[in-house]
């Protein structure tokens, strides 16, 4: 969170006092290719790697995975129904997410189209967003207390991220935006299918490795229940 958060402070710092500077930064030539053409390959090798079982061995992402489950115990009628009352509850508050999610991003567009801010502005605003997709995981989640997971593990729009960081792109039509826009949406909509058919991997009660007991990440919610213990 560190890199990104200094990613962050630099970019926006350039921003305000030397814009041009950070436009030079972007546009810097290598050789043939421009740095954002490094920025956007990138993007799109970290967007290619989600596709891959091999590279997602972590549950927060790799829980949609066959390779990631480990079932919890023998399947019960009681566990169905806890599993039927569990995927309308997340699907509920992913609803509610997307609705929020797309208002904000509506009303970024009415600011970027009426020119109270610039196409230099959406990038900030993008890697804004970046930094606060490592921040919700860091430190605090807004959309946990909207959603009602647990943490990171447990989150039934982790992978959305990648659309909602960088959603403000699509108001600058281009190849090298729209493809990364692209390629989010085509990896939410795999998490989407694989929700759809295969839910008991989202959720603890049948999926052992997102029990905080096999977790290796101890993280927040993890360093909480363990000072309430000792």
């Not at 997602?56 to 489950?69: D, E, F, H, Q, T």
């Not at 115990?73 to 129904?81: A, F, H, I, L």
């Not at 921040?135 to 990171?152: D, G, L, R, T, Y």
């Not at 085509?186 to 989202?202: D, M, N, S, T, V």
């Amino acid at each position: 969170m560190v890199w990104k958060g200094l990613l962050l402070l630099s970019t926006f710092i350039l921003w305000i006092v030397s814009p041009d500077f950070l436009i030079k930064v972007f546009t810097y030539k290598i050789f043939s290719i421009q740095s954002f053409h490094v920025l956007w390959f990138v993007v799109i090798l970290i967007l290619f790697k989600r596709f891959v079982p091999y590279f997602n061995p972590k549950p927060s992402l790799g829980k949609i995975y066959g390779r990631n489950y480990f079932q919890a115990g023998e399947n019960t009628p009681s566990k169905q129904d806890k599993l039927q009352k569990f995927k309308v509850k997340m699907n509920q508050g992913a609803i509610r997410v997307a609705v929020y999610w797309t208002l904000l991003v509506f009303i970024i567009g009415i600011f970027y189209y009426i020119n109270i801010i610039n196409k230099m502005a959406l990038f900030i605003i993008v890697i804004f967003f970046i930094f606060m997709d490592q921040f919700c995981a860091s430190v605090w989640c807004p959309f946990q207390w909207i959603i009602k997971n647990k943490c990171c593990n447990t989150c039934r729009i982790n992978n959305w991220g990648y659309l909602m960081a960088f959603s403000p792109l699509v108001f600058i039509p281009s190849f090298w935006t729209y493809s990364i826009i692209i390629l989010s949406l085509a990896a939410i909509l795999q998490w989407e299918y694989l929700f759809y058919k295969h839910p008991e991997r989202f959720y603890e009660v049948f999926n052992a490795n997102l029990m905080c007991k096999r977790c290796k990440t101890k993280c927040r919610v993890v360093r909480m229940r363990l000072a309430d213990n000792g």
